[in-house]
């Protein structure tokens, strides 16, 4: 007869991979959706904080050469600061603890591209269970040159789950990097109004949501 410790882990893979199938073929669109309405959202560490994707946990040798908000640019483009292509294949740190739906390549202007959704309080420095109202918001980290974690994956806050690249090609070597109050919803153009497509200013998100000091 299976074990208690083997039951429960099967319950959770199950749980685990009914979530990536939902987040896969449902978008998310209200801010402040509870995750209790998510099967298998509890699964989800609650996350302690949010760092930068790059020169984590402060993007420290980084500058963000293309800001959220400019020319409509919907998230925050990631370059070292000596320009060019001196960051290519540097780490790619995951913002924050989370579930990884999407890790794939959609070449384009995209080209490698990693998605996580992440189980936050809506009380920003309060990351604690049952420290406020809870929501789920997702990730976006674009252009990369290595993938190296796999849909289903449970990621922690500055786990790297990849390297810096340039679309094959397309581009000078940085990552695009979006935070998204819609989870799921298609990866469109990374132009756009963030007003109708659910996204937020990342840097803002973050400076907001940054880890409890120690």
């Known amino acids: 007869m299976p074990s208690r410790a083997l039951l429960l882990a099967f319950a959770t ?3 685990l991979l009914a979530l990536l ?7 998310v669109t209200d801010l402040e959706r509870p995750p209790s309405r998510w099967p298998g959202a509890a699964a989800i560490p609650l996350a302690d904080g949010f760092d930068f994707p790059v020169g984590a946990p402060d993007a420290r040798g980084y ?8 020319n409509q640019h919907l998230g925050s483009d990631w370059n070292g600061v000596l320009g060019a292509d001196t960051d290519l294949g540097d780490p790619v740190f995951a913002a924050a603890a989370g579930l990884v739906t999407e890790a794939a390549d959609h070449g384009g202007g995209w080209g490698n591209v990693v998605r996580v959704v992440h189980r936050v309080s ?5 990351a604690a269970a049952g420290a406020g109202p809870e929501r789920l918001v ?4 674009a252009h990369l040159d290595r993938i190296d974690v796999r ?12 390297t810096i690249g340039t679309a094959h090609g397309r581009y000078l070597a940085h990552l695009h990097f979006e935070l ?8 469109g153009g990374g132009y756009g109004d963030p ?4 996204h937020v200013d990342p840097t803002a998100f973050i400076q907001a949501h940054r880890p409890p000091r120690r």
Do not use: K, M, N
């Open 180 to 187: 998204r109050t819609s989870v799921g919803v298609a990866l």
């Open 138 to 141: 997702e990730t976006l980290y």
């Open 122 to 126: 809506s009380a920003p420095g309060r």
């Open 21 to 27: 199938a939902l987040v896969t073929l449902r978008a």
């Open 195 to 198: 007003a109708s497509l659910g």
């Open 13 to 15: 893979a199950l749980a």
């Open 63 to 70: 500058r963000d050469a293309q800001p959220f908000g400019l």
């Open 151 to 162: 849909p289903g994956d449970l990621v922690t806050r500055g786990q790297p789950i990849g």
